[in-house]
């Protein structure tokens, strides 16, 4: 088991073709539709997610061409660790986006929260469970100091 | 972009063996402790980790040697879409589960939540960014009737 093959199971189109586009997280763009489209091969896969109203998607971070273990994230002068930030330049390079669905047809899905390329892989679709999702009390690093007392930090949207 | 090779960062070590000792989700275990064990290459990433509470880890199903469209997860009686379910038996074969960060020493991290087998690839870990992975009023598909009124399925734990 020294490596494994994946493939994409369809793409994702969103607004952002270039990385200032990008906003920081997607869930804060709360009126930005975007929408992933299944192979038409995995299409019965999708069969009764409409029902979630969140999911999580994982997909490739097809742009990164380097992979490091420390990295300066936005709102950051210091370096963390990358298992401790979301950047994608992280071994294996897959991204994690929890998104909330709009609507489905068919092999696409239409939903809120994109926060990445235009054109990118998906690799697969979770649904949401708040049962084995949420978490109270979680604690959140050296990101709590930016998100103190309700603030949201310029810039984590692209607005 | 036809396909992608991605490697086990490492190795996640539980107490489940077999298929009968997986508990259907780790979150009910609150007492049993689980470790994961990064390459050594890669255990400058965890800088910075300790201070987050939960985290995100993606592994490889190694034991699931299928795919499927549909399946008739625990608790139902009737089959969902690959995608609103959480089987192993999914394309790309990618799990992904939230656990409860205990300890990181050196390259090892203790968590509470395990819900894969002993010897699991280790595909990523992603800090868990409430500000980000946080959703209230979620609903759950499917899962919503088994979990009513604060229900708590009998065998979701295996204990």
Known sequence: MSHFT???????????????????????????????????IYQEGLLDLKDFSHAYLLFYFHQSKKVTMVGTPYLESIPHGIFAIRSPHRPNHIGLSLIKIKEIKENKVFFIGADM?????????????????????????????????GNIPTGISHK
Chains 1, 2 share one sequence.
């Open 117 to 149: 390329f235009d054109g990118t892989p998906l690799l697969d679709i979770k649904p949401y469970v708040p049962y084995f999702d949420h978490t109270e009390n979680a604690t959140a690093g050296w990101l709590e100091k930016h998100f103190k007392n």
């Open 6 to 40: 994946i493939h994409p199971i369809g793409v994702i189109h969103t607004p952002y073709k270039q990385k200032q586009e990008l906003p920081i997280q997607g869930r804060f763009e709360t009126e930005v539709v975007s929408y992933l489209e299944v192979k038409k």
